[in-house]
């Protein structure tokens, strides 16, 4: 095969087995990889009823057939499992270097299943794979880990490894590769502590096989010599001041989710957005492998009580941990953030945890008997102990560690748990932004943006502006997105670039350049409608596992907060989002039932019956 | 009249002294257009553009103590 590999690592740590499989040419063809990959062998292999934490679960770890190739940003990998957080499918995203050695290695994809009596480790290096013992490593942080690892094996070795986060079962704990690069999403790493796995190591020197090189070549510079036209003159945003220059967009939309989603704009957003972190604490922008752009923060604070180094913090960072709970010292932010990526956390549902607490709190549900200590809006010392004491699950932190959802329902009020399917929303407020409220409620893993971003057209201009305040018009773009994320995530590909530069430049975004490139790599024929379609299997592929996990039409759902208490400031003053509106039409267009389900036809169209 | 505007990233670099807020006395009855070309923004330069936090295009007309919002489109956060 060219693009992919043809096969597939399976990994059993009940017994200690491991074994090399063919990828099917057919599946390949059908699923792409990566994200597609990952519901193929969920859905065929793991009980949707079944306990996270148990044996059965398992992790699926899928590179993409342009994962290490030269195509921009052709860095990205997919870990999907159940998630012991919100009970659904989760199939979290990262970049970095670890994906494209793990291709590299020659694998497509490592199925990790049972689990491990003692601590382990799983070291690929080429053809050759073992685990090994990991017993020294367990409690040790991701950094630690890292170094430890590389000096065991190959200097050169690329890692993705679990912290004490993840070895405590932290509900939202991460994977992290190249020891600051987070797989972050819904629990990923608490399912890999529950096997006792402590990381995987990888070692991989063979190019991809391209299916026609000169061809290939060809498709990758066009693009290449695209992006190099239009950010001649300034260099991208995202190169110049990191994600964090996205608080702009939200901000002055009034969508900036600030303490806990009470309103949409944040009086403090100047000390901490992305250009006073390029003034503050930049050291260097730092890429993903393969990638132009260049997005990364490699950064320093060079004194005081938060001193430190490390990478980060991204726009969804500077939202969780900033806005959200009130916080305008971008020092404290930062600092959590470096302990959320030392310990193994997702920032994201860390920093919406600790705003969920501060609302229960300044509202007396919650007492300082309960938390230990003060938690009021703003204060950035108690994010960087909260922080340490979840991953640990010290004191308070062994509640917080649960997530907001079960947080807030234990104290009576599991309304002010700001979540779709119980995972955290990204740094969006749906009542400003009515597409992005039906991407959260439609999203297969519950709140996340990754899964067909609305923001880019909503907010941020590409490829071409749309209103962020109408909701007619949200359903069919909002499907559209959401199969056009299945495809680069299937294919190995960043969003960043993909949307300005692979797709056709309207609301449609047909995926043009996404398909020359897999086709160039792999030899398929695929037309960009087949590749359309190729999202669309995916996406029902997903929510079929859903369903089979007991979710329904109720859980497509938003707090009252978004569709009930109209935004109190700002440009969205006194809207809610339209979801139920919005919904129907969703599920129609879609050729789903009233209730949600798939209907047989478009199953059948889509190859799922 | 006068709007007050705030430009960000590289659309900074066409604000006069380089701040990124700042006023701008504009005639009455002028456009988001007639605020690019007063700033020199070249018409190949993008940028979204939001007048009181709603989107805006270049045929939009202002009103005197408007806020004028202008950034780059952005590939992500």
């Known amino acids: 095969m060219h693009g992919w590999c043809g096969k597939i690592l399976r990994v059993d740590l009940s017994r200690g087995r491991i074994t090399r499989e063919p990828l099917d040419p057919q599946v390949a063809r059908s699923y792409i990889g990566g994200r597609g990959l990952g519901i193929y062998y969920l859905r065929r292999e793991v009980d949707p009823a079944g306990d996270a934490f148990g044996p059965q679960n398992k992790i699926i770890m899928a590179t993409g057939p342009l994962t290490g190739t030269a195509a921009p940003t052709g860095a990205r990998y997919v870990v999907t499992t159940k998630s012991p957080l919100t009970g659904a499918i989760t199939c979290s995203n990262s970049g970095g270097n670890f994906p494209a050695e793990l291709k590299k290695s020659g694998h497509d994809a490592v199925i990790i299943e049972g689990g491990s009596a003692r601590p382990v480790y799983l070291w690929i290096d080429g053809d050759h794979a073992e685990l090994r013992p990991a017993d020294h490593l367990w409690g040790r942080t991701t950094h630690q880990t890292d170094d430890a690892l590389r000096s065991e094996t190959h200097e050169k070795a690329k890692t993705a490894v679990i912290g004490p986060a993840g070895e405590n079962r932290v509900l939202f704990a991460a994977i992290m590769n190249d020891r600051d690069r987070a797989a972050g999403r819904a629990g990923v790493g608490a399912v890999m502590g529950a096997k006792n796995l402590k990381a995987v190591v990888v070692r991989g020197q063979r190019e991809v096989a391209l299916a026609d090189p000169a061809a290939f070549k060809a498709v990758n510079t066009k693009y290449r010599e695209a992006f190099k036209a239009k950010t001649q003159d300034a260099p991208p945003a995202l190169r110049t001041h990191g994600t964090a220059i996205t608080v702009v967009g939200t901000q002055s939309h009034g969508v900036f989710p600030t303490r806990n989603f009470q309103q949409g704009t944040f009086e403090g957003w100047e000390s901490i957005y992305g250009e006073t972190l390029t003034q503050k604490y930049l050291v260097r922008p730092k890429p993903c492998f393969s990638c132009p752009i260049a997005c990364g923060r490699v950064t320093r604070i060079p004194d005081g009580p938060y001193q430190g180094e490390g990478e980060g913090p991204e726009y969804e960072t500077v939202y969780a941990l900033g806005s959200d709970c009130g916080v305008d010292d971008l020092a404290a932010l930062t600092k959590a953030n470096y302990e959320c990526n030392e310990l193994g956390l997702d920032t994201i549902s860390m920093g919406a945890a600790i705003a969920c607490a501060m609302e229960l709190y300044e509202k007396g549900f919650l007492k300082e008997s309960d938390t230990g200590m003060p938690l009021r809006w703003g204060d950035g010392d108690a994010l960087v102990r909260l922080t340490r004491m979840t991953a640990r699950r010290e004191g308070f932190g062994g509640l917080l560690a649960e997530g907001s959802l079960r947080l807030a329902t234990r104290c009576g009020h599991p309304e002010l748990a700001m979540v779709a399917k119980g995972l955290d929303f990204a740094g969006y407020d749906p009542r400003g932004e009515q597409g992005m409220g039906l991407a959260y409620a439609t999203s297969p893993i519950g709140g996340s943006h990754m899964r067909g971003d609305p923001a880019y057209f909503e907010l941020l201009g590409v490829p071409v502006p749309a209103d962020p305040h109408t909701w007619e018009d949200k359903p069919p773009l909002v499907a559209k997105w959401q199969d056009l994320f299945c495809v680069i995530d299937a294919a190995g590909l960043c969003v960043f670039f993909s949307v300005r530069y692979l797709v056709e430049q309207d609301l449609m975004v047909k995926p043009v350049g996404i398909t020359e490139l897999l086709n160039a790599a792999t030899g398929a024929g695929y037309s960009p409608e087949e590749v359309e379609k190729t999202g669309e299997r995916i996406f029902n592929a997903e929510r079929l596992y859903l369903q089979a996990a007991g979710f329904t039409r109720g859980d497509d759902s938003l707090p009252p907060r978004i569709t009930r208490e109209p935004m109190p400031v700002g440009p969205a003053r006194g809207m809610v989002c339209k979801l139920e509106e919005m919904l129907g039409p969703y599920y129609a267009l879609r050729g789903w039932t009233p209730e949600g389900r798939p209907s047989e036809a478009k199953l059948r169209q889509l190859g799922l019956l | ?77």
């Open chain 2, 1 to 77: 009249m006068k709007v007050s505007v705030h430009a960000f990233a590289n659309l900074r670099d066409y604000a006069p002294a380089g701040g990124g807020k700042f006023e701008l006395a504009l005639a009455d009855g002028a456009t988001v257009a007639d605020l690019l070309t007063a700033l020199r923004i070249p018409a190949a330069v993008e940028a979204v553009m939001l007048v009181n936090g709603r989107r805006a295009d270049t045929a939009t007309r202002l009103s005197s103590d408007d806020e004028v919002t202008l950034f780059p489109p952005m590939e992500g956060g």
